[in-house]
């Protein structure tokens, strides 16, 4: 188990759903990301929060909506995704953002687009 | 457009061996390297570099970063079947009050006993 705490960790949804990813910390980490990963393939950044505030915002559909509602929560939801949106969406945690610490991941959330 | 790249992408070694995975990098205002482990779920931090020359070890791992040549090698000595895993790459540049990574596509590592 890690400290960064992702709910669900499955999730089966149609296209015309709208649901909403959590994950949690209570580490004090100011810094949080979500990465979506295909099969056999590497993280890719989607969004960083810092400070509660969004600093990246890597070309995301618009499906695709962060909410950072406190310094320990980030939510993504989720509307009228496509079956290509199918993967494993992680979520990571750092201490600040604007310094050097290695980021700390959660277990992911499994999500299948039918 | 940042780039990480890792060889190989897999290999195959038995208990014992010695193993050294390769990482090299493009990217606009580096700020760090660091290494991950992923076996079935979440990634988890094995190293951090920032310094050309400097080694960090832990154990059996021991990663070093040339900032010259723009790559980093992670050694893993006595390989035990429990190192089989995704290692990943990541650089870290600097963005506006964050760091952005991106990863390499990662080297698969089965140790056979």
């Not at chain 1, 295909?38 to 509660?52: G, H, I, N």
């Not at chain 1, 989720?78 to 990571?92: F, G, K, M, T, V």
């Not at chain 2, 900032?67 to 035990?80: M, P, R, W």
Request: net charge neutral; aromatic share 8%.
């Amino acid at each position: 188990d890690t400290e960064v705490t992702q709910t669900p960790k499955h999730l089966v949804m149609g296209m015309t759903n709208k649901k909403s990813l959590k994950c949690e910390q209570h580490m004090g980490h100011r810094a949080m990301y979500w990465y979506k990963q295909k099969a056999k393939k590497p993280p890719e950044l989607m969004f960083v929060y810092s400070y509660e505030k969004l600093s990246i915002n890597e070309s995301v559909p618009s499906r695709f909506s962060p909410e950072c509602p406190n310094s320990s929560l980030l939510n993504l939801h989720l509307h009228a995704l496509q079956p290509e949106d199918s993967a494993l969406y992680l979520c990571a945690s750092s201490q600040d953002g604007r310094v050097n610490q290695p980021q700390h991941f959660g277990d992911g959330t499994r999500l299948s687009i039918l | 457009e940042d780039k990480v790249v890792q060889s190989p992408l897999s290999l195959v070694v038995h208990e014992g061996d010695t193993v050294t995975l390769n990482c090299s990098y493009e990217v606009t205002n580096f700020r760090s390297l660091l290494w991950y482990k992923q076996e079935k779920k979440a990634p988890t931090f094995l190293f951090m570099l920032t310094s050309s020359g400097i080694e960090k070890k832990s154990g059996r791992l021991s990663s070093i970063l040339d900032k010259k040549e723009l790559f980093s090698i992670l050694n893993i000595t006595a390989t035990q079947t429990g190192d089989s895993a995704v290692y990943l790459c990541a650089v870290e540049v600097y963005f506006t009050n964050a760091g952005k990574s991106t990863f390499g596509d990662g080297t698969t590592l089965t140790v056979k006993p």
